[in-house]
Every structure is written in structure tokens, then in C-alpha cells.
């Protein structure tokens, strides 16, 4: 059974085993959803393709059923921004609203007590986008 926590799940997710992209049967590169296998359950995250948000589902026994993409996606292998992250856990994740009050996209950080990474998925024309999110250094202001 789904958790409707929002977001869903356990606040801390540990050991991410397995990370599944599912993309439009028609084309590799459409991806619909992605799917977190960690210790405590499947995270995983979809694009509605009727308004272009993302729908986050959480489960701790078996993969999330697919709301909008069930007979149209097949699995694919993920790329390299999946490289090392293996065995990461997840502290913190967001939804992230648009100034016209959609939910369109999701934030996730995986990482170590020393390092971490961060991906966004980002819904839009009916698919999810992909972002690796990089710090920025500040610059230090000069002492006088």
C-alpha cells in the first residue's frame, strides 16, 4: 500500500540500490518516471502528462504503480548521473512549485556524511528533464 505522507515516505532513506528509468516505449529518451529503490521502500517519481506536474509515490514493500504511463513505458538504463551514487542515502527531498502554483518539479539529495548530490526532475511537455544541481561558491566579502 502507498503512503500519502507528503512527501512520501520515511524522512531519511538509506542504501539506494537501484535506480530505474522508465521512458516512453516509443522513444529511449522520453523519460516518464524514475523509480529509487532504497532500505526502506521504492520513492518514486512520475510526470502527470495532463498538466505537467510530478507525482510522488512511496512504497515500502514493491514498486509504486504507474498512474499515467502504465501501458506506454518500458525500462531503461539510467545514465551517469547515477554514477557512485549507489549505497548513498536521501536527508532531504522537495517538490518545487512554480510561480503559477504547479507542481512541476522534484529535488532529491543523495549523498555521505561527506559528499553529497543532488538531481532534479523537472516536468515538462509531458516528460521529466533531468538537472544535476551544482553549488555555487559565494564569494567572501573582503574584510576592511
Not at 28 to 47: D, T
Not at 109 to 137: C, I, N
Amino acid at each position: 500500500m502507498a503512503h500519502d505522507l507528503f512527501p512520501p515516505g520515511p524522512s531519511v532513506l538509506t542504501n539506494l540500490a537501484e535506480v530505474v528509468h522508465l521512458a516512453h516505449m516509443d522513444d529511449p529518451s522520453w523519460l516518464v518516471a524514475v523509480q529509487f529503490r532504497f532500505h526502506e521502500g521504492y520513492l518514486q517519481v512520475e510526470a502527470d502528462p495532463d498538466d505537467d506536474t510530478v507525482e510522488i509515490s512511496f512504497d515500502p514493500q514493491q514498486r509504486p504503480q504507474l498512474h499515467h504511463w502504465v501501458s506506454d513505458s518500458v525500462p531503461t538504463q539510467p545514465d551517469q548521473h547515477y554514477a557512485g551514487l549507489l549505497g548513498m542515502a536521501c536527508a532531504w527531498r522537495w517538490v518545487l512549485r512554480n510561480q503559477q502554483g504547479y507542481e512541476d518539479a522534484f529535488q532529491i539529495e543523495l549523498g555521505t556524511p561527506s559528499s553529497t548530490t543532488t538531481l532534479q526532475y523537472l516536468a515538462m511537455a509531458s516528460r521529466l528533464h533531468v538537472r544535476h544541481v551544482k553549488d555555487v561558491p559565494i564569494p567572501q566579502r573582503a574584510r576592511s
